[in-house]
């Protein structure tokens, strides 16, 4: 494996490359409390991104440059990026091991990858973080993601002049704001992005235990909506964030149009939650809360569902408090929710990087 060369003075910005836009932000981590030093918001077509993979180069560095030029609040002062990869194409897996070297571990690792995953481990870049190690063993989250999804960000960054510096899952990237900024981050969790074509869905103690991707997001929400209500998109989309399923004149109608989607995610939360428990016994850990984020987590009445169907409480991930947007203009709390995995990726610590493939 060949190290990614990191200087620990230099700054770095985060940069998430979504389904149908990409976000910005370079955060100081240096003094008591992160600031906000610049941060965006652009859209292109979804044709831009085909299964994960960047195909139309052009149209992206057309977006990303007028963003950076003329689309900035505050500033980005370094061209070295962390950059994001969507949950959804990435595999994970946690896995525990017998006591080893270290140096045993990568083959170790990769063994067990080869027997999980359906894709041929030379098609993937695998990497991992140990979570726990003692005596009777290793426990550990391994991460792997196809070739070509990486490589084409890869690619697609030193094209435009940037460095990448890391690659990681969105749901990575927003663990690590919760480990930072929620002060509940070291109570057990589910943390719930709800993105606007998939929701992931993780357990986070101490660390990024297992995750999963639920097909269907925001934007299926509003479709839903927009289907059983007979109304256009854009007002789907209104009624979706101003009513949503609380208690309200519209709340059976639209709490119906979305019933297939929300309960198969309530069942698919269940299924997380049965293998965190299955693995945890022995160490009597149990899942106290369940963190939301994302644009699709404002829905209202969304956190009072999950809360009843699952018994536990639940509620949307607040980071701003702790990071500061410093003397820039603070987006209201619908446009907030957008920032939390470009934050994520924008607050990483130099010690975590990892070496890439």
């Known amino acids: ?152 960000r890869v690619q697609f960054l030193e094209k435009v002049g940037l460095e990448p510096i890391a690659l990681e899952p969105t749901m990575n990237a927003a663990a690590r704001l919760f480990a930072v900024a929620d002060s509940s981050h070291n109570q057990p969790s589910i943390l719930i992005d709800f993105g606007s074509v998939a929701i992931d869905v993780a357990v986070f103690d101490q660390t990024m235990f297992v995750n999963t991707t639920v097909i269907g997001g925001s934007d299926n929400l509003t479709d839903l909506i927009a289907k059983q209500l007979g109304v256009s998109a854009t007002k789907a989309y209104e009624l979706k964030n101003s009513h949503g399923i609380a208690p309200g004149p519209r709340q059976h109608e639209i709490k119906e149009a979305t019933k297939p989607m929300l309960d198969n995610l309530i069942r698919e939360i269940q299924k997380i939650i049965r293998y965190y428990d299955e693995r945890q016994t022995q160490l009597h850990h149990k899942l106290v809360q369940i963190i939301t984020i994302g644009g699709g987590a404002n829905m209202p009445g969304l956190s009072d569902f999950i809360s009843a169907e699952l018994h536990m409480p639940t509620r949307k991930l607040d980071p701003w408090q702790t990071i500061d947007f410093n003397s820039l203009p603070t987006p209201d709390d619908l446009d907030r929710s957008m920032y939390i995995t470009v934050a994520g990726a924008a607050i990483l610590n130099p010690k975590e990087i990892f070496s890439r493939d």
Not at 42 to 48: G, I, K, L, N, T
């Open 1 to 152: 494996m060949k190290p990614v060369n990191f200087y620990h003075d230099q700054p770095l910005f985060g940069l998430d490359i979504g389904h149908s836009s990409l976000k910005v932000m370079q955060v100081d981590t240096t003094g008591k409390a992160p600031k906000i030093l610049g941060y965006g918001v652009a859209d292109y077509p979804p044709e831009v991104i085909k299964n994960g993979v960047i195909v139309d180069h052009k149209t992206l560095y057309d977006c990303l440059f007028k963003l950076l030029n003329k689309g900035l609040l505050g500033y980005i002062d370094t061209g070295r990026v962390v950059c994001t990869i969507p949950t959804a194409f990435t595999f994970s897996r946690s896995m525990k091991l017998p006591p080893m070297d270290r140096s045993d571990l990568t083959e170790a690792v990769n063994l067990e990858t080869e027997q999980y995953i359906p894709v041929p481990i030379a098609n993937l870049y695998i990497d991992y973080e140990i979570a726990r190690e003692d005596k009777d063993g290793i426990e550990l989250l391994m991460v792997a993601s196809p070739k070509n999804i990486v490589d084409s």
